[in-house]
């Protein structure tokens, strides 16, 4: 599913202060590609992931997703475009404490509007392709952080997203586990999923088939 990002602002408000994060930013990524975004603390590489992922919206420019004009949707559309299309990653995991891996993924099925026998098996699939299948009962605080991890991809993926993005999925990881996880991003790339991965990590950047670097919210292709 393809990305269509073209004269994208979008700036924050605290009471007379205002914020322009992202300035005049133009990116497109082809349905299938592997892409990194790389820039300091503070570019804005969050502001554009939520808004490619459709959690957040710009103040200004046109985001498409493929075709669609994202900006112009109202939250339900939008909730339901990410529901379908989008699954996301976190350095910090965001799995709920209080459930279950099974849980924590088959409550990420049940929105996608389907039986709760459904979600299950949807979720029990999801998490044994990632290696999970003898840790379904454990809680977050029984996971190591790479467990964890793939319990947080096999959230992002029970949906069948076409496209997967991940804001520094390795940041909280040792670098061995970090090199799993993004073999797991590599094999899902390869099995057709369009992939954005902002990442500091120039091993992982190095492995995107292409990399775009944000710096005061202005972005740049890095020639490869
Ligand atoms: N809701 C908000 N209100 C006001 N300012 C915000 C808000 N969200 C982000 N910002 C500001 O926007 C800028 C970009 O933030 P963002 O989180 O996108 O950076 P980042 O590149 O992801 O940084 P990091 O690498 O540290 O995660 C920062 O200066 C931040 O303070
Ligand atoms: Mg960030």
Sequence with gaps: MAINIQSLYKSYQNGDEI???LKDVNISVKDGEFVAITGPSGSGKSTLMNIIGCLDRPSRGSYQLAGEDISKLNDYKLAGIRNKHIGFVFQSFNL?????????VELAALYSKVSPRTARDKARNALAALGL???????PNQLSGGQKQRVAIARAIVNTPSIILADEPTGSLDSKTGREVLDIFKDLNQKGKTIVVVTHDL????QANRIINIKDGIVQEVPQ
């Design 203 to 206: 091993e992982i950047a190095g």
């Design 96 to 104: 709920l404490p209080q459930y279950t891996a099974l849980e924590n």
């Design 19 to 21: 914020t322009e994060v």
């Design 133 to 139: 299948e003898d840790r379904l009962k454990h809680r």
